[in-house]
């Protein structure tokens, strides 16, 4: 599952069994981000939910750099909070006068824009749409 919040993007996936680690632990989620800052800021506004910066895994070889274990049932208290802080008529807005820096609202303005395409790619009447430029 991937979370795009006020306090960053994150990527919420099963753990793997310590004893066999090509079998799933379905009652510990791995909450991994790309950048430190994402779970360091997710901990400071939900700390009874997110495990302090001290926790955090760094791995180089990993796709998702950083990363926190969660038992399956505070995740889900986590994402339960997150959804009660929707005070906001616009994500983007929202995010940009919460501080985020311009890497952040330039990912948010490029994940806005590819599912802009999904929707026009995919609707009947703009099948020919052009492809979105990733590269902008």
């Not at 069994?17 to 950048?35: P, V």
Request: proline share 4%; net charge positive.
């Amino acid at each position: 599952m991937w979370l795009t919040t006020r306090f960053g993007f994150f990527s919420a996936v099963c753990a793997k069994k310590k004893t066999k680690k090509s079998e799933l632990n379905h009652d510990l989620i791995m909450l991994r981000a790309r950048r430190r800052d994402h779970l360091v800021k997710l901990h400071k506004a939900l700390p009874a939910w997110v495990p302090e910066p001290s926790m955090i895994h760094e791995s180089t070889k990993a796709d998702y750099r950083y990363r926190v274990f969660i038992a399956r049932s505070v995740f889900v208290r986590l994402v339960t909070e997150l959804a009660l802080d929707i005070d906001y008529g616009n994500f983007k807005d929202k995010c940009k006068d919460d501080g985020a820096d311009a890497e952040d609202l330039k990912f948010l303005h490029a994940m806005w824009g590819v599912g802009y395409h999904l929707q026009e790619r995919t609707d009947p009447a703009r099948k020919d749409a052009p492809l979105f430029d990733q590269t902008k």
